[in-house]
């Protein structure tokens, strides 16, 4: 299938732990692959463990962890290649500052209340939290900031998995930055003609 000039990006998702964030992202990444969209997925406990394994879970870690999350999805969207990076990144200024050393940054906020969250518990997070095991845990014990102005909310409490998915799908073909499944060399051109128009050619 014929597709239009590629235009990476970063998607962001952030939110507390347990809200959806790495399932979500996972399907958005299997969607982008489907359409042969250059993709790599960040994902953050893996990042941790390879990359920084002597970081524990302060604010201070936590702010050195999403800053090396952020640049190396600076560095493939580059190169060509969009990143999704599922971090909690508890802190506005984190990501924030993820958005500035990107070109084309989504912040997707995956909305679900903690007690949703403590009963999903994939990772037994929660339920060693109350057991006095840990006491780190954002949006609990530590701090979560809100987003204030993100491009995307998913409320993984209340739609499935797919839903969200296809949400962020829907925002990236809504603003350019993906070509519709099926389109015609008619509307190639006026996303390129909207893309100009934004400045991104």
């Known amino acids: 299938m014929k597709r239009c000039d590629k235009m990476a990006f970063v998607l962001w998702f952030t939110g ?11 399907e958005v990444e299997r969607m982008l692959r489907e359409r042969g969209i250059p993709i790599e997925n960040l994902d953050a406990d893996t990042i941790r463990a390879n990359l920084s ?16 999350l952020a640049f190396l999805a600076s560095l493939l969207e580059k190169h060509g290649v969009s990143a999704i990076v599922a971090a909690v990144s508890s802190m506005r200024r984190f990501r924030d500052r993820a958005r500035s050393m990107s070109r084309n940054f989504v912040e997707i906020y995956v909305k ?26 954002a949006g609990l014990h530590q701090p979560y900031e809100v987003s204030e102005h993100p491009e995307i909310i998913c409320e993984s409490h209340l739609y499935s998995i ?40």
């Open 112 to 137: 679900c209340p903690v007690e949703v969250c403590m009963e999903r518990d994939p990772k037994g997070l929660y339920a060693r939290a109350q057991r006095g095991e840990v006491n780190d845990i």
């Open 162 to 201: 797919e839903e969200c998915a296809q949400q962020v799908i829907s925002m990236l073909e809504e603003h350019g930055l993906l070509p519709p499944e099926n389109y015609t060399f008619e509307d190639e051109e006026k996303i390129k003609e909207r893309l100009k128009n934004l400045g991104y050619l």
């Open 53 to 68: 394994p002597d970081l524990g879970y302060t604010e201070k870690d936590r702010d050195i962890n999403t800053k090396r």
């Open 16 to 26: 507390v732990p347990a809200s959806g964030k790495s399932t979500i992202a996972q």
